[in-house]
């Protein structure tokens, strides 16, 4: 007889029935589960918006019961959001037993099933939820129209297949901290129990959220209570730069953002003849210590991950090496924005800033907190100085003590005297300016090799952009960039590119060499055979004398053709010494480019530095122009019919892929044709095209008989395999 063989236990599988309590409600959404950093599940958009019933079916979360596994979730999960007439499920009554509470104005979870294989001891669960305009006292949300401020993520990794779930996740309702404020001070549950209308300046805190949401300025906060109220709504004022405070006018609360936001001549102005007493040094902040290195740190909710952003004063760095601070913002959801925090960290605590206490007479009283003010203290040889309010304090007798800092803001338009001092007295303004000279071009091909292993079939590039200082106490420049609905995002730091300025009296001709001009900045990383640009003309540099201020150049380079330029013009050496953001662009995409310029004294703010833009032309993968047009063994640009003459055109051929990065001027030899290269002589009249004459040779006699007629030749190379013209092309004037 046979006999059965007995089943060996190896381990456990483990049934829960647990009830969960997250916090207060209501809630607007159920985004995500994870246990043990693994989905247990996520929605799309607006999916659990509602109490209700999921079912979770994934067994083998853990591993499942296979060697090394530890079963998964499987079972029902209720969520209940907390609505104000909640009622307890039959299976919470069943847990429970008895007389059970409809846990109203709570978040709370239950689930019943499978939790785990092998192991006793379940993973812990965290739970991703969304909480803005649900909750608020009487369900009545202040300006609920910016309430939310959509961000989104689209460079944290997530594991999710599913693209609606996966936009969902990458999507974060940060809320306007204005909004946040509001609750902070008008909830009956857990704020102050203000009365809306009545305690609060509602028109400073709308003027607060229209900026904040302007900015993107949205904050993501876990508010526990764990903190008493007031470190909490500090703790939201510090995140924006801003004050809150009781107007002593009205009475109300007030809000106002730190900000760039004021016209300096419109600011009051005090002296000893108007409001200022005495004027003492406040010490109290000062430090030998200035940080130039801020580390911020904030809190990912997409990854529930913590992270930093950093900003660096880098010319302070090299004058006296790092000095490092951190500080936590971890209600910042996003890298951007913690980036522009650290930014405006960094700028706040600028070294010599001046700091002072102010006692004033009643004059003074018209200031607020954070309010900005002008003062001219002759004695301090200051004649014209915007300070910012920071405490304020009034004595018995009516006077107003201030103390106030040099706002960074306004350091552009400081004043001083000479005083006793000798020389001019003159303070060299070290305040970060927008750059004005600069060039924005797509990569030719000579210098995709520099760039990237670029496939010459491949009709993308690189933005390159090259620029002069704008002042001698530039250092460098932040370089950010972002392309049409996506923010902008630092790339990096950019330095300044050799550059000089042509002088001369006339224009310079298609046909020039030798050039006069003001170099601005050493030719060190300048050598001899290296390419330069002016205007759209890549040139070749054969010889320069910095101290006699000539450049001797070979023209019409690479891509282009000679051109005219202004005598003003400016030429760039940009051959190896250029910027770029190094992100490859499609054609037909448009990069947007701003540099934030750092002195000594900061870093430009983004809001005062011009937005460039370029689109891409596949420029790259365009052939280049036939080189050295003539007209019959002349080179001019016009054709004088006569009669009976024959008039041919001849040119050089041109062969990007042979040349590779040498540099060949438009007169200098005669290069293989590439096969797929033939030439478009084009016959014009009034701008409207008459015929067409196409061409593998290097020359071509024009077709122009008694009955026909035409005012302009136009010639360029054309690629039949990418189906693209040479980026310039020669226009000739037909006259009689």
Known sequence: MGSKKKKTTIGYKYFFSIQSGLGRGPINELVAITADDKTVFAGQANEVT???????????????????????????????????????????????????????????????????????????????VRRTTQGWSNNEVWYPEKCIIMLYDDTSTIHEKDNGINSNLRTIHAMNPAHILIECATNNDWGRGLQLYEDIDLDSFKTAADILYNEKFGLCFRYNRQDGLDTFV??????????????????????????????????????????????????????????????????????????????????????????????????????????????????????????????????????????????????????????????????????????????????????????????????QDATPKPIENYMLFESPYFAMRQLSNHDVDNESGYMI?????????????????????????????GDFTPSAVLISKRQLSKVDTQLNVIFNKNMTDVSIGSAAIIGNEIVRIDAFDELNGTITIARGCADTLPQTHSKDSFIWFFDSLFETDGIEYLKGEVVYVQQLTQTNAGTLSANKAPIRALKFNARAARPYPPANLQINGVITETIILKEQETIVLTWLHRNKEIQQDNLIAYNEGNIDKPETVEYHIEYYLASELKKTAVTNENSHELEINETERFDEIRLYAYDTKSELESLQQYKLQIKD
């Open 465 to 493: 952009l090259v620029s002069a200082q704008p002042t001698s106490q530039s250092i460098n420049y932040l370089l950010q960039t972002a392309t049409e609905g996506v923010d902008f995002t630092i790339r990096g730091t």
């Open 50 to 128: 509602v109490s209700k019933s999921i079912y979770i079916d994934k067994p083998n979360l853990f591993g499942g019961t296979n060697v090394g596994g530890e079963g998964g979730i499987k079972g029902i999960f209720e969520i209940a959001m907390g609505d104000a007439d909640q009622e307890p499920t039959s299976r919470v009554k069943n847990l429970l037993g008895g007389v059970v509470p409809g846990f109203r104005g709570m978040v709370t979870t239950f689930f019943d099933g499978l939790i785990s294989a092998y192991s006793a001891s379940p993973k812990p669960w965290k739970y991703r």
């Open 234 to 427: 500090q703790q939201v004022l510090d995140h924006i730069g801003a004050v809150q405070y009781a107007d002593l006018t009205t009475g109300k609360i007030k809000l106002k953002l730190i900000r760039d936001n004021y016209k300096t001549e419109d600011l009051p102005l005090f002296n000893y003849d108007n409001g200022i007493l005495v004027v003492q040094d406040d010490d109290s902040s000062a430090s030998d210590n200035v940080p130039n290195e801020i580390a911020v740190k904030w809190h990912n909710p997409v990854t529930n991950e913590d992270s930093e952003a950093r900003a660096q004063n880098l010319g302070a760095i090299q004058a006296v090496g790092l000095i490092s601070s951190s500080i936590e913002y971890k209600a910042l959801p996003t890298f951007e924005l913690a980036t522009r925090v650290a930014q405006r960290e960094l700028e706040s605590g600028i070294a010599g800033l001046i700091r002072l206490t102010i006692q004033f007479d009643r004059r003074g009283e018209i200031l607020t907190p954070a309010d900005c003010f002008r003062v001219s203290l002759p004695d301090r040889d200051i004649k014209d100085m915007v300070m910012r309010v920071g405490s304020i304090n009034e004595h018995e007798d009516g006077m107003i003590e201030i103390t106030a800092i040099q706002d960074v803001f306004g350091l552009a338009d400081t004043v001083y005297n000479s005083g006793n001092q000798s020389g001019t007295g003159i303070v």
